[in-house]
């Protein structure tokens, strides 16, 4: 699922790898392909109910193998509507329940309220976060997840308890777009980091010039909701 | 109350635009002291309204559409103000009728806004609508591209004659199956489409990042369209129609307004033929070979004696197309990229434009609130930025002086259009749009 320019997320994994000296090799996963037998890192993006739809016998199919690659500590992004779809369910408004493969303890309901605009959530981890939202969707965690960060700016997971996102040993989850990566460096490196970690041991950061990433960031913060 | 809304408010129209403003307030102000105005007075016309909308090309589209009727004879009335909301119109009626309130036109040809075309079409129920595309444009005000096909759906609903839908957008194609049939009450329905070989350079929204497999809506098997685009040219294109291709010479650049060329004549050609007296066909071919570009749409301006385009994008589709269409080699480019509300705030479509053909020559200039975004955009895809200036008129200044000696061409989001055009209108002539 891609509706939401999700695409720059992989797109910014690579080339920032190339950018700290790695040689990333980029797997595009569809509906009905093999799953690939060596995942060091994952990341999904947002699609629109029907979309949901499509994906979902697909995505429950994968559930064994998704959830030990999780346990196992394996980073992951997932954004929005795969966000919802790695909780428990999400019930839609029509009263329908849409189940998810529940490797986060999360639960998502359908509102008839639409939360859209840019959002600033203050993030222990990675500082603050910067995206956009567009979600009808509301999604509250249970005690196994800690949210990703509270919104400074914004709505996030749902519109009465001021948390954005999820986090669960390395995976983070988020509602945010915008795509989230690009504007959010430490989070792109977190990620990066704790996949070369796995796979060799060491990391050794590059130099990645991120001077526009710092602008985009500062002028992203002053724009309206 | 009926004999003094239309001159209190053809007095509003004229106090605003001497106050050089609000194409909008003499319509809000006869809605609400008339509200039957609209209705009664396009309710008049012999062949009745067309609605043109969709998410892109509706301001090109309708130009076409008013440029081939006229060919016919046909008194036309538009609003060309491009206010597209359902008081724009009320306010260019104004501007037209006479103090009576009566108008003097064959046919209204009307674009407008998705979201607002449902509140007009409730108000005027169209003979005649036009549905050009569902692409991912100002989700922020939709929700989701579903959402916005809704809204085309509820225009089709409510047209009565005819409605010409996109072959080749599954959201707008499916439309025909939630209409009564033509033979129950319901309208006409008509196609129009594009040749399998030009179907690659239209990627919808759906196959952007698609791999085979992927969760794309399954297009409904196509149906026979009245006017097919075969073939795009330099400045020529091939369309089919009534079992024959045609080669016209093109004044309009960009192979998505040669497709939507191929939509107005098919709405053309339904209003002419309802006329009864047929259609000149010479006549409409010569029209639409000399149809110019909507302001701000590849229209080419001339800058130091060198060409200046402006390029319109608001989407991920319509800035590929852009690239596609527009080459980059020998031209200075720039980008302006806003994010107010009319532009979209959400930037993340940035991320789905590829700008590998302006690696060669790089981005001389980078402008508009958003100039950052797009800068680290381009960073990702290895494209050499020159300059980055969120001041549109400082950036628009420096580009012109730093490429004295070249043609340029300036990508732009719609309220950067706008900026641009009035600086641009200090240094050079600038298309008016009254």
């Known amino acids: ?225 | 109350m009926l004999y003094f809304s239309v001159p209190l408010g053809k007095l509003v129209r004229r106090v605003s635009r001497l106050r050089g403003g609000g194409s909008a307030l003499p319509g809000l102000v006869v809605e609400k002291i008339d509200p039957g105005f609209m209705q009664r007075t396009l309710s008049t016309l012999p062949l009745g309204v067309a609605v043109v909308s969709g998410t892109n090309g509706k301001t090109t589209t309708t130009k076409m559409v008013v440029e081939l009727l006229e060919s016919q004879g046909l008194k036309v009335f538009t609003n060309r103000t491009g206010s597209n909301f359902t008081r724009g119109v009320a306010a260019a009626l104004l501007g037209e009728v006479d103090w009576r309130g009566r108008l003097d036109a064959d046919v209204a040809v009307l674009e407008l806004d998705e979201a607002h075309a449902v509140h007009f079409v409730n108000k005027v129920p169209p003979r005649y609508c036009l549905l050009l595309n569902v692409l991912r444009d100002q989700l922020d005000r939709f929700g989701e591209i579903d959402k916005t096909a809704e809204l085309l759906q509820h225009i089709a609903a409510k047209t009565t004659g005819t409605v010409v839908l996109n072959r080749e957008d599954p959201r707008v194609a499916r439309i025909a199956d939630t209409l009564e049939p033509a033979a129950v009450n319901g309208p006409e329905v008509l196609y129009f489409g594009l040749d399998d070989s030009l179907l690659s350079t239209f990627p919808n929204d759906d196959e952007l990042r698609a791999a085979p497999g992927s969760p794309v809506p399954p297009a409904p098997a196509k149906p026979q369209a009245d006017v097919v685009l075969r073939r795009v040219g330099a400045d020529d294109a091939d369309f089919e129609y009534d079992g024959a291709t045609v080669t016209t010479h093109m004044l309009l650049r960009g192979v998505y307004n040669i497709f939507n060329a191929a939509a107005a004549l098919t709405l053309a050609r339904a209003i002419t033929g309802a006329r009864g007296s047929g259609t000149d066909h010479a006549g409409l071919l010569a029209a639409l070979a000399n149809v110019a570009p909507a302001f701000g749409r590849g229209e080419s301006l001339v800058v130091d004696g060198l060409p200046l385009e402006l390029v319109l994008v608001k989407n991920p589709s319509g800035f590929r197309l852009g690239l596609k269409s527009f080459p980059a080699a020998g031209y200075a480019t720039m980008i302006a990229i806003n994010d107010n509300y009319a532009d979209g705030r959400d930037m993340s479509w940035l991320w789905d434009v590829e700008f590998d053909t302006l690696r060669e020559g790089g981005v001389d200039q980078l402008t508009g609130s958003r100039a950052y975004d797009m800068a680290l955009r381009l960073q990702y895809d290895d494209v050499a930025i020159g300059a980055v200036d969120t001041d549109i008129a400082a950036a628009l200044a420096a580009f012109i002086r730093g490429a004295k000696d070249q043609p340029k061409r300036i990508f732009c989001t719609y309220t950067a259009m706008l900026a641009i055009r009035r600086e641009l209108s200090k240094i050079t002539t600038v298309e008016v749009v009254s």
């Not at chain 1, 950018?19 to 009905?32: F, I």
């Not at chain 1, 995206?131 to 005690?143: A, D, F, I, M, R």
Request: aromatic residues 8%.
């Open chain 1, 1 to 225: 699922m891609n509706i939401y320019g999700d695409w720059g997320n992989a797109l910014v994994l690579a080339q920032r790898l190339r950018w700290h000296g790695y040689a990333p090799e980029l797997l595009e996963y569809n509906v009905g392909d093999d799953f690939p037998a060596h995942v060091d890192l994952i990341v999904g993006g947002g699609g629109q109910d029907s979309g949901q739809v499509v994906i979902q016998d697909d995505l429950l199919s994968r559930e064994t193998v998704l959830k030990e690659l999780a346990e196992d500590g394996t980073p992951m992004l997932v954004i929005c509507g795969l966000y919802q779809l790695f909780g428990k369910f999400f019930k839609t408004r029509t009263g329908s329940v849409i189940p998810g493969i529940g490797i986060l303890d999360v639960e998502t309901h359908g509102t008839d309220e639409r939360l859209i605009g840019n959002v600033a959530v203050s993030s222990p981890e990675f500082g603050t976060v910067l995206g956009y939202e567009n979600h009808s969707g509301q999604t509250t965690l249970g005690p196994g997840v800690a949210p990703l960060g509270t919104t400074a700016k914004g709505t996030g997971n749902n519109s009465s308890d001021g948390q954005e996102g999820a986090r669960y040993r390395n995976i983070v989850a988020s509602y945010l777009h915008g795509s989230l990566l690009p504007k959010n460096p430490a989070l792109a490196d977190f990620l990066i980091k704790t996949a070369v970690e796995r796979k060799y041991g060491t990391f050794v950061p590059g130099t990645p010039d991120d001077s526009y990433a710092v602008l985009a960031r500062e002028h992203a913060a002053r724009r309206p909701r």
